[in-house]
């Protein structure tokens, strides 16, 4: 039997910013939670007067509707003290599935159910609330378990034509999870280069080619001079895992045909490294050059490092992404893009503010923009160029150029110290 499997040192209590209740996705609900609602008086609460409370799901699911906004983003029931109106009115059971849920995320893997923390969220970056291994009543009644049977005999992908055991799997994650402990040293681009080094040992092992084994390891990832020269792999993957922040929020989920057609030509633009998109997340136009490129940071500090690396600690020890639903060396090599995508909202931000440094509230605030609105939805390998992506995630040497993308620029170092 499926067991839920939580992160020994992942804590959560939640602050109440409201952070998750203001966002410009839609918030799903169950039918039977939203009919709940017109049966409700909500009279003593004027901001609802009037209002619809919900609206057919915009991307058709059955069973479900949108809950209706309020003000900008706010969602239509977060009150002026920062609560939510369901949960005071009703209950917290009242609540979508999906707020109920939050933080918590669920990784599926071939014998458990790994629950971790969505680094969107303010207080999971803080790290200091309760453990929860503590909290396993409220995880259990939130996070549903499969009925998939265990798999253990399963072999896991470790690019697009070489397997291993679960075995196998579990010493090399966990070697990888070590690189990013406490206590350990490092930048953030050394770690996942040592990362990938694992995982091309691995390949070799088991009889794959070789590829480039002959990279040293220990020298210093150097950044790309310009980054419009990085190969079409890397520069395709990039765009790809910002496109949502490309799309109208109504727009974001699963694409129609359509929609996938013309998602192709935008890739390319994006893909390009030129020219203006508005950008949903930062509620302006950025201009890519300037995200990309913004010299403001002599290098990461030590606190950005400690939460990127908390992050990526989590995320492989959930093997979210890693050998689940993608092979091993594509789902590192997505989650270096995720973090090249953390720095380029966190440059963009810095440049708007022309802030001299790079700091950890910019890290941060980049965190929150690609947990909320980037990791968590349907991503472009899954709908469009799946093939070919798929592909450019399960190259390594492509995967090795993507990690030098958002590397702070040498020359900017040079000056710094
Ligand atoms: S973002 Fe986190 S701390 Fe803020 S309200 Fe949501 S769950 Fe609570």
Partial sequence: MRLHVIEKDARFSCGSCGACCNQPWRTSIEADKASALDRHDFSKYTQLAGKRFYHAAADGRAGFFDLAKGEGTKCLFLDTDGLCIIHKELGAEAK????????????????????????????????????LTNQAQDVAAVVPLSGRPVQADERVPLNARVTISLAENDALLGSIERLFEPGTDGDIWSRLSQSLDFVEQAIVKQGGAAVDLVVDSTAPIESLANPATAPLGTRMLFAATLQPDTMPADLTGRLGFLGRLTLIPKLMTLANFSGTYPSRVLGRNVTIQDGLAHPVAPDLDDESTAL?????????????????????????????HDVNAVLFFARAEAAEENSPALDAGHIRRGLGFVEFHLANQARVYDQTLKGWLRGQLNDVQVARQSLRLMRLPAATLARHH
């Fill in 96 to 131: 979508p599935g999906m707020c109920r849920q939050f933080p918590l995320i669920s990784s599926r893997t071939w014998v458990d159910e790994r629950v971790s923390l969505n680094f969107a969220c303010p207080s999971v970056q803080r790290g200091t609330g309760e453990l």
């Fill in 308 to 336: 990127l690396c908390r992050y990526l600690h989590s995320r492989v020890w959930q093997r979210a992404l890693m050998g689940t639903r993608l092979s091993i060396l594509a789902g590192l090599h997505q989650h270096i």
